[in-house]
């Protein structure tokens, strides 16, 4: 019943490839079953947990986005990053037919639950009418702003790149932002105020913006976008998620 649990048991069995010998518990997402928990002989060690999944909404990690922006613009990953996402690297080699990015941005609404985008699916039909495509992910627990965006841009577990709480220390293992700069690619991270993405990837030779409130951030965007001089631009926009703090996630603000 603990998704932490859930999340480490599936982690642990997708490294090994285990074949499953007993279901013992089904995992359910809108009432249709998604994971068999299933254990070896030996149900005393977690190293023998395995899981057997169809294709879901849970399939692919959060850490499977930093390796695919590396394969996008044809350059090594960081080193604790995990695999990229495969639905995302067929995208890629679809749409740019074979050849590479020359320039990503990376937009960071903070933060729009499952939930919310499901009841509200309205409020989102411009974003998805532009999309070429949509993938879910599985986020990491603790499921709060640094740890998330620790594995986002690391590719790494919480407990890979260090940040497992609501904190904000400066990541040290490799990042994405590390990777491009041994590319010698230009990189902006454009943020504002004590946002956790101005402050956790610290003391690069990168291009660092902290604005005062959101409207410099979409400004500075805009600019950098125009100017055309980065490689990689990475943009937190927390419009949604002070607003759903402060006034609750279905207030009229």
């Known amino acids: 019943d603990d998704f932490a649990t859930q999340q480490k ?24 079953k998604v994971i068999d928990v299933v254990l070896t002989e030996d149900e005393t060690q977690l190293d023998e947990v ?9 399939e692919n990690s959060l850490d ?6 590396a394969y996008a613009m044809g350059i090594e990953p960081p080193k604790e990053a995990a695999a990229p996402n495969p639905t995302l690297v067929d995208y890629i080699d679809e749409k740019l037919q074979g050849k590479k990015a020359d320039r ?50 690391t590719g790494a577990q919480p ?15 490799d990042t994405i932002f590390d990777a491009f700069l041994r590319a010698g690619k230009k990189v902006a991270i454009i943020g504002y105020g004590s946002c956790s993405v101005s402050y956790i990837f610290l003391n690069r030779d990168l291009d660092y913006f902290r604005m005062d409130n959101i409207e410099q951030v979409n400004a500075v965007a805009a600019r950098l976008i125009a ?5 990689l631009i990475v943009c937190y926009n927390g419009n949604y998620d002070a607003v759903m703090h402060r006034w609750g996630p279905e207030s009229p603000e």
């Not at 407990?159 to 293992?173: A, C, D, L």
Request: charged share 20%.
């Open 9 to 32: 048991i599936i982690r642990h069995a997708a490294s090994r490839g285990y074949e499953p010998s007993l279901i013992i518990s089904t995992i359910k997402y809108k009432g249709e």
């Open 50 to 58: 395995v899981v057997s999944a169809k294709t879901n909404i849970n």
């Open 64 to 69: 499977t986005v930093c390796a695919a922006l």
């Open 104 to 153: 990503i941005f990376m937009y960071n609404p903070d933060a729009v639950a499952q939930w919310i985008y499901e009841k509200y699916g309205e409020l989102c039909a411009q974003a998805k009418k532009r999309a070429d495509i949509e993938i879910p992910l599985t986020t990491v627990m603790p499921s709060v702003t640094p740890v998330c965006f620790g594995t986002m841009y």
């Open 159 to 173: 407990e890979v790149h260090g940040i497992q709480k609501y904190e904000k220390p400066v990541i040290t293992i």
């Open 227 to 231: 100017e055309d001089k980065h490689d």
